[in-house]
């Protein structure tokens, strides 16, 4: 595999696709901004480029808030997503699901009611950095937020209604926006002026009615009919179990860049109940592909390495430790081709005759030297049932540069086109 199947020219370079900041302007994909989602432009270009139609499947196995799931349902086209985070899952299901608009307006107004009157005590004000009653410096959510939120949250819990899933989507959107933090890469940052912002039961009442509004608004101008089939469930186990099979996946899997998206979405996964304990937190960070550090995962097979891409990056990296920001990186980056070899390999396995296969990644830097992942990934896929018909780059990212990689400033970001063999 060498850098001559790069295709620097690629029609969908530098058009926004490879990020969600577009997504934001689309009916139901701006029910949740999920950071690390594409667009559902990217998946439009890979649908027109097999001529799909209602006879065929579409799959992604991470399939994180559900851009590919939502886009096929709204050409009419059978989808499965698999992803492995619950709150992750509940979003993607919930922007899928229709309900009567009178029915949402009713139920909003309840809940907005009940969010006004607030609960008087709520189970996560203590617990880690929630609010200012667990005695740490710095607090997630101002208390009277956090028990305006639950006001609502708990009397939706006793609807089961689609309209009650998607007053929940809104009420965990809300609060997130008033949070004292936001998401900055892989951690949460809190705002400079967040002790000033001082935000309030009453900026979290405007941002739910702010979202409800979105919501409904969408209702009432699209009608989902073909329902996607969502699993949440990690995809390196379900694959091997599950009968699918399929004609096209779109998909973009958790990048080679140490972040864990089961602490960078730890806020919702608790706020919305998914998790109740640092415990299961933990369990499902080892549910997730290896391509972070803290979790003590299973280790790589060390005699495999079925890249010679790859053997070159991993001998660098052990020649280079010194430069490396965590000594478990060289083990994350061959636990993360491990993994990613298996998924080839069963998507492979259940792929329709000339499938074709989509996949958004993002090149790494460890140690000063830039690791090309499109490059390896191809080389993997190539020897596990798929044909390489090109990669495409999407965009250039700038990097900060860091005192581990001061030399690395851009990254590429591409997408690798494969074929069933
Ligand atoms: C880059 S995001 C995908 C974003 C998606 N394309 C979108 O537009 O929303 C990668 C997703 O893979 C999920 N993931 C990580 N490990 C997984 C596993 N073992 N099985 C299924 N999903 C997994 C993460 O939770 C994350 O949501």
Redesign the pocket.
Known sequence: MTAKYINHNFELKDQGTSN?VE?DNFARHRWYY?K???SPNLVRSAIESRELTSEHIIL?????????TLTAAEQYIPSVG????PF?AFV?KTKTLNTNPKVLSKLFEETYENAILGRKYSQLEKYSTFTELSGKDKWLFNLDVLRSFYGGYSYLENHRSNASKMLRLALINSIMNVSNARKDGKCLRYKSSWKKLKFSKRDFLMEFEKQYRKIKEDIEHTIIKSSPKIYN????SILKKQNLNFDLIV?????LNTFD??DIYRPELFLGKFISSSEELYKLRL???RSHVQAKWKTPKSDYIDSLILKDVYQRLMSNKELLMHPRIPQMVLAYFE?MKGVFYQLSQKANKHAHLWM?VSNSAYANSEIPVDLILADIATKHGWKLREIGVLREIRKRKTKYSPDIDTLRESVIILEKK
């Open positions: 969600f997504s999920y690390e989602g594409f992604d196995p991470f399939n994180g808030s559900g851009t590919v698999i992803e492995v985070n992750t993607a469930s990690d995809s390196r998909t973009s899997p958790p990048y998206y089961t549910k997730t592909v993994d958004v």
